[in-house]
C-alpha cells in the first residue's frame, strides 16, 4: 500500500530522503550530521513525510507543496506549467536537478511503478542495501555510490 504522506508533490520521494533516513534511524550521530548540513539541531531532524503533520521544518512552507495544494494537484507530475518558476528558483539548488530527474518519470510511469523506481534507484549497486538521496558511501558495504 502506497503511504500518500511520502509523496512529495515535486518528485523528491520521501521515503529515500536523508532528513527522514535519520529520523526513521534514530542515530544521534547521524541525524546530528545531517542536521549540520541544512543548517538546523538535530532536534529538528523529524519527518513523517512530506504531506504528514510531522513534517521536516523547510517542508511546511514550501512553495511547491502550496502551489500543488493551491491547484488541487498530487504532484507536479500532474502540472502543465511544469518545470516552472517555482522549481527553477527552488531555494536548494542541488533539489533542482532531482525534480527534474524525477517529475518526468513519475508522469511516464504512474505512482507505484515510480516508487518501485525511486527505491531501486538508491539502492547500493554493490550489496543492496537501501540508500538515501545524497548519500555518497553505502553504510554496509562502503562502495562508493556517487561513482
Known amino acids: 500500500m502506497i503511504d500518500k504522506n511520502l509523496l512529495s508533490p515535486c518528485g523528491l520521494y520521501c521515503d529515500v530522503c536523508g532528513i527522514r533516513t535519520a529520523y526513521l534511524s534514530g542515530n544521534p ?3 546530528a550530521a545531517i542536521a549540520k548540513g541544512y543548517g538546523v539541531t538535530p532536534e529538528e531532524i523529524k519527518c513523517d513525510g512530506c504531506l504528514s503533520d510531522n513534517t521536516f521544518v523547510y517542508c511546511v512552507a514550501c512553495p511547491i ?3 500543488t495544494k493551491e491547484k488541487r494537484l498530487e504532484g507536479c507530475h500532474l502540472c502543465n506549467e511544469w518545470p516552472c518558476t517555482i522549481v527553477e528558483q527552488f ?3 542541488n533539489a533542482r ?4 530527474r524525477t517529475v518526468p518519470l513519475w508522469r511516464r510511469m504512474g505512482t507505484e511503478a515510480w516508487i518501485e523506481h525511486e527505491m531501486k534507484w538508491f539502492s547500493c549497486k554493490n ?3 537501501q540508500l538515501f538521496r ?4 553505502c553504510r554496509s558495504c ?3 555510490w556517487s561513482a
Open 97 to 100: 536537478p532531482e525534480m527534474k
Open 91 to 93: 531555494p536548494f539548488e
Open 127 to 129: 550489496c543492496g542495501t
Open 29 to 31: 550521530a547521524f541525524m
Open 142 to 144: 562502503g562502495a562508493d
Open 134 to 137: 545524497g548519500a555518497r558511501l
Open 65 to 67: 507543496k502550496n502551489c
